[in-house]
């Protein structure tokens, strides 16, 4: 019976705005049970995402977003317990949520291991949410987008979103949050593979970590070398001198200045009301990605054929065993 | 009379199939008109322009696509008309476009005016092209990358895309190139503005250009800074290592050295397989991009007002007077 079971998962009437009222009253179980939701590729949940996002939106907004990119082993987690924990003794509620365009394949959800922040996690004032698997629409920037929204509702100030993958989630990162922060790897031999292409230049603060024990010397040096490369780039947000900090997640030494110069740069980027620009750019970015999403799920719906043919045929793309024009065509034959 | 004037724009069954005839016979004025075919974001043009790609595509991927980036005063039109000039001596037909992702305000075709490339556009083995104007529906890069299949098909084997715009562009035609060029500005008394964020990791070759009279000390000293740098970043192209040239379009002094470096590439990257690896990976781009584009333009087929609404939504969001869900709610009621 396949209509009574859409209808189990569908909401009732109301229940919507129950679950609503109780993100914003700040209940735990209800923000995650919001965000699964949010994270849902099913037509049947469309118009429930939908509503829960407009009561949530006029709630939402006024967290500062920080990115934390850096190679995999450049210590993003550990240095999050501990930078989170660091803001909430400054009185902050923090939420994680992270995004990795790459889990197409992988699954993601290597947040999943809470263990990564022990810390952190044990927080009453901390809430941590793994990378959602991204469906088969893709969509992944867009759901991590819409979470923001439900955890700022939710009356977290300081949202901190971790970059898992390689590569594009750099880039997806920047088109979401208001301050961008690079971890750059030392003592692993060789520094150089940290500066990876791209990354430095998306960064507003950069952070040599693991500036500790025997590490404390070679992050001092990369400090000093990268002092040199800098003033060859430029500084993402104008008016903004990008900042080279040394810290160790596991002395806690420098994770305070850390903290005080994300909020410094807050401070600099609304005086100059770059903070507003880029927040409405990013928006601009959100609908256009939203309006492609739900015309492909309008597309898919109650087509389970047509979704499958959609993924055969990037497989054939991949394999040069079709081309573009004519997938393009066959999927919306008989739309 | 709207029903005859449509019928007078799109083309009686076969016409298509000629036009496509003439491209692979490598008619230019066909050509022209082909590429202006595929530039239309007009519902009636869909059949047509789907049934033309379908007859250029297996004539086309034969040539060397190389995207030329820089920031503007770089030289990048100059450098072009030196460029092209010295394939062309090599035995090449050349054809240029280009890509303005920011045009849909300033309109594009900055390329419009010939004399830019004055030389080059008199050589009967050159087709110049300018950027396309930014549809209301967006699709500049979908464009350009489909205006490559039609030079190619055309018999044009090294088609150089110039960057026009600023910011979106570099990272636009790093999705449909095989090699890309940057140029760097010297002896314009701010040497580190060239060196824009992000532009350097995503080159394979870096050309100090207008490496010329009392500019060649400092190109000089430009390219020994530059060389100096190079280390700490990853090359694009793995297993390429990226050159450093110097060359001056007005004496065409290095840009034989500059062509033989870009044929260099491309048998570097063929042998590593890099190079069919990156086609297939830009193809899986086009298709989402085509995609998205024929369902936005299914969307507003025939609706005037909504694609006015369309419009007026955009507007709105980045004045912060809408919010992305009931844009996107309004825009797909009733669709």
Redesign the interface.
């Known amino acids: 019976m396949p209509v009574k079971e859409k209808k189990k998962t569908k909401r009732a009437a109301g229940q919507v705005g129950t679950l609503a009222a109780k993100v914003i009253a700040g209940e735990r179980a209800a923000l995650a049970q919001a965000i699964t939701l949010l994270e849902s590729s099913a037509e049947f949940h469309r118009a429930d995402q939908?509503e829960l996002?407009?009561v949530l939106?006029p709630e939402s907004g006024r967290s500062l977003r920080i990115g934390i990119t850096g190679v995999p082993g450049a210590g993003k987690s550990t240095l999050i317990d501990s930078l989170g924990r660091e803001f909430i003794k400054r009185g902050s509620k923090v939420a994680v949520l992270a995004i990795d365009p790459s889990s197409s394949v992988s699954g993601g959800s290597i947040l999943g291991d809470k263990t990564r922040m022990e810390l952190l996690s044990r927080e009453p004032h901390a809430f941590i949410r793994p990378s959602p698997t991204s469906g088969m629409l893709?969509g992944v920037s867009l759901r991590t987008r819409e979470a923001i929204v439900a955890v700022e509702a939710a009356g977290f100030d300081i949202v901190l979103i971790e970059t898992v993958g390689v590569g594009q989630s750099e880039?997806a990162v920047r088109g979401m949050v208001d301050c961008c922060l690079l971890l750059m790897l030392t003592g692993a031999g060789d520094e150089?593979?940290s500066?990876?292409?791209?990354l430095m230049?998306?960064a507003d603060i950069l952070l040599m970590s693991k500036s500790d024990g025997a590490n404390a010397e070679a992050a001092e040096r990369l400090s000093t070398?990268i002092k040199l490369?800098l003033?060859?780039?430029?500084p993402?947000t104008p008016g903004w001198t990008v900042p080279v900090l040394l810290a160790s997640a596991l002395s806690g030494e420098g994770v305070p200045e850390l903290a005080q110069s994300a909020l410094s740069f807050r401070d600099c980027a609304r005086a100059s009301s770059q903070f507003?620009a880029q927040r409405?750019a990013q928006?601009?970015q959100?609908?256009?990605e939203?309006?492609?999403f739900?015309?492909?799920r309008?597309?898919f719906a109650g087509d389970t054929k047509r979704a499958e043919r959609y993924q055969a045929?990037?497989s054939a793309?991949?394999?040069?065993a079709s081309?573009?024009?004519?997938?393009?065509?066959e999927?919306?034959s008989q739309?």
């Open positions: 939908a996002l407009k939106l893709g880039i150089l593979q500066m990876k292409r791209g230049e998306l070398e490369v003033p060859f780039l430029r993402f507003d409405r928006n601009e959100w609908f256009e939203r309006l492609s739900e015309l492909k309008k597309l045929l990037k793309l991949q394999q040069g081309n573009v024009v004519d997938a393009v065509e999927l919306l739309a």
